[in-house]
T-cell receptor
Framework: DGGITQSPKYLFRKEGQNVTLSCEQN?????MYWYRQDPGQGLRLIYY???????QKGDIAEGYSVSREKKESFPLTVTSAQKNPTAFYLC???????????FGAGTRLSVL | SQKIEQNSEALNIQEGKTATLTCNYT??????LQWYRQDPGRGPVFLLL?????KEKRKERLKVTFDTTLKQSLFHITASQPADSATYLC???????????FGAGTRLTVKP
């Protein structure tokens, strides 16, 4: 099946811990994105990448880090500097010619 | 600052009626406007895209209008069904990969 796979579906973070959310796509899309979704708010862009080995900060990048070593993969690390990490995290990809976003099923992160 | 407002947080209608959802925006000049459907605990799914020079777009029971003067898009679902119950998000697209802005969504419930 073609698409975007996010794992894990649920994740718990302890105080002071870094956690990494996985995102893999087999759509051969150039661009990939990470969004955060909180109740009653629109999706907010954390980081995006248009090509391998290059990525840019979105609106709320503080406390997060990413890498893009392969076209298919765009993992997000939620660092201990992110003081309010509880949210639903969505990964997406799009083709270069269009900005239509294809989303994964999401990862729900909670703090223990 | 850029602002996107979707008319109401929740909309309840009777099966068979037409659902109309509103997306208003300020301080933005989108090249495209997109609509997505999101089911609970899932990622959004793309439905329709309308360009700034298009007034109306249709796809099966869905219709989208785009008025750049009013800075408003209307999203219609005709002959609504309980299976149409979901949250619908509008997204403004400036035409660059980093220039998408999502609304908070309207939760539609279609009652049998």
């Amino acid at each position: 099946d073609g698409g975007i796979t996010q794992s894990p579906k649920y994740l718990f973070r302890k105080e002071g811990q870094n956690v990494t959310l996985s995102c893999e796509q087999n759509l051969n899309h150039d661009a990939m994105y990470w969004y955060r979704q909180d109740p009653g708010q629109g999706l907010r862009l954390i980081y995006y990448s248009q090509i391998v080995n290059d990525f840019q900060k979105g609106d709320i990048a503080e406390g997060y880090s990413v890498s893009r070593e392969k076209k298919e993969s765009f993992p997000l690390t939620v660092t201990s500097a992110q003081k309010n990490p509880t949210a639903f995290y969505l990964c997406a990809s799009s083709m270069r010619q269009t900005n239509i976003q294809y989303f994964g099923a999401g990862t729900r992160l909670s703090v223990l | 600052s850029q602002k996107i407002e979707q008319n109401s947080e929740a909309l309840n209608i009777q099966e068979g009626k037409t659902a109309t959802l509103t997306c208003n925006y300020t301080n933005y000049s989108p090249a495209y406007l997109q609509w997505y459907r999101q089911d609970p605990g899932r990622g959004p799914v793309f439905l329709l895209l309308i360009r700034e020079n298009e007034k109306e777009k249709r796809k099966e029971r869905l219709k989208v209008t785009f008025d750049t003067t009013l800075k408003q898009s209307l999203f219609h679902i005709t002959a609504s069904q309980p299976a149409d119950s979901a949250t619908y998000l509008c997204a403004l697209d400036g035409g660059n990969n980093n220039d998408m802005r999502f609304g908070a969504g309207t939760r539609l419930t279609v009652k049998p």
